[in-house]
């Protein structure tokens, strides 16, 4: 996998040109340039959870983030591949689709808007800690 720099409006519009079903920029691309769909890679020992194909970061079975949002928590728990918001029964397939539906739609990076606490220290950390650290143990 590789990296590119790309400006926020760029962005922006890559993901304003996802079709249902398109969970990374990856993918929107592959369809926009005419590329066969890619399969997700097997992840040993994955049990439930929710996994982050594009950053390749797994979230545990029961795993919960956070975030607040105009003075309110809001929680969702990682279960059977998707994010469920338990106060309003909602799921969602990607983290974008979550930070949309809380947000009111606005774009944003949901890295840096969601946290967790570290199941071994108790610190409070932003969800892309994750990405940093699990996705790029897997390149």
């Given at each position: 996998m590789r990296n590119i720099s790309i400006t926020t409006d760029v962005f922006a519009a890559i993901w304003q040109s996802r079709k249902e079903g398109e969970e990374?920029?990856?993918?929107?691309?592959?369809?926009?340039l005419?590329?066969?769909v890619q399969t997700a890679p097997e992840v040993r020992g994955r049990r439930g959870g929710f996994y982050d194909e594009?950053?390749?970061?797994h979230f545990p079975e029961g795993r919960e983030i956070y975030r607040t949002y105009k003075g309110h928590k809001v929680t969702a728990v990682a279960h059977l591949d998707r994010?469920?918001?338990?106060?309003?029964?909602?799921s969602f397939h990607s983290l974008h689709k979550l930070s949309q539906a809380i947000n009111k739609g606005k774009q944003e990076n949901a890295w840096l808007n969601w946290k967790y606490r570290d199941p071994d220290t108790g610190e409070e950390r932003l969800i892309d800690h994750l990405r940093k650290t699990q996705g790029m143990s897997e390149s």
């Open positions: 990374s920029e990856d993918a929107i691309l592959r369809r926009i005419g590329l066969p594009r950053s390749r970061v994010w469920f918001v338990q106060a309003t029964g909602e």
